[in-house]
């Protein structure tokens, strides 16, 4: 079973920097895409970022060069790194994973970044920026 639980979120002041961490228990799919979302007050949720199985990355282009998605080798643990925080990044910010598109074998394919399926969802994690 797969879950998600987010962590790292606070208050900081615009400019300020923090770390989001997603733990990821039993996602064991390298094949698969890892992502973080966030919904702002009033607002439809957005993808933030990105990466897949090799390592590649997707920015929205609010956060490209202020934002930095990464995970642990063993996909166990998801990063988001926020720089230069700005007001409008003020959300709850959650981690996704996506599901498995088919299975040969003993082995399980998630889909990949390019045509995800996000089934797996934590349970947030809120960030203010203040001015």
């Known amino acids: 079973q797969v879950q998600l639980v987010e962590s790292g979120g606070g208050s900081v002041q615009a400019g300020g920097s923090l770390r989001l961490s997603c733990e990821a228990s039993?996602?064991?799919?390298?094949?698969?895409?890892m992502a973080w979302f966030r919904r702002a007050p009033g607002k439809e949720r957005e993808g933030v970022a990105t990466?897949?199985?090799?390592?590649?990355?997707t920015y929205a282009d609010s956060v490209k060069g202020r934002f930095t998605i990464s995970q642990d080798n063993s996909r166990s643990t998801l990063y988001l790194q926020m720089n230069s925080l700005k007001p409008e990044d003020t959300a709850i910010y959650y981690c996704a994973a996506t599901g498995v598109a088919f299975e040969y074998g003993e082995i399980s394919y998630a889909y990949p970044c390019s045509s995800p399926d996000f089934r797996y969802w934590g349970q947030g994690t809120q960030v203010t920026v203040s001015s």
């Open positions: 990466i897949g199985g090799d390592g590649s990355t």
């Open positions: 039993g996602y064991t799919y390298s094949s698969g895409c």
